[in-house]
């Protein structure tokens, strides 16, 4: 069974940075791209940036330059990173880490969420 745990997040002042991280583990199958999705209260969820299994990676407008998105493997676990710079109270919503196991899966997997407050 696919099991997400995140960390990270919590409150930090305008300019600050913090770092996400989401551990990945239980699948049997080759991870094909991995995520970090936000959504700010009353709006939908969006892309933040992902990273594919060749290493490509993928930015929104509004954070590139800002926040970097890496990936570690260890053995039976793999670890998403987010590293966001330069935060803004525009930033602040839950993040959420996001994998999917395509073409042998083809579900989306979501991790719990982790709040992100931008504010001083």
């Known amino acids: 069974q696919v099991q997400l745990m995140e960390s990270g997040g919590g409150l930090v002042q305008p300019g600050g940075s913090v770092r996400l991280s989401c551990a990945a583990s239980?699948?049997?199958?080759?991870?094909?791209?991995m995520g970090w999705y936000r959504q700010a209260p009353g709006k939908q969820r969006d892309l933040v940036a992902q990273?594919?299994?060749?290493?490509?990676?993928?930015?929104a407008d509004s954070v590139k330059g800002r926040f970097t998105i890496s990936r570690d493997n260890a053995k039976n676990t793999v670890y998403l990173n987010l590293q966001m710079n330069s935060l803004k109270p525009e930033d602040t919503a839950v993040y959420y880490c996001?994998?999917?196991?395509?073409?042998?899966?083809?579900?989306?997997?979501w991790g719990q969420g982790t709040q992100v407050t931008v504010s001083s």
């Open positions: 996001n994998v999917d196991y395509r073409p042998y899966d083809a579900r989306d997997y």
């Open positions: 239980g699948s049997i199958f080759p991870i094909n791209a």
């Open positions: 990273i594919t299994r060749r290493g490509s990676t993928n930015y």
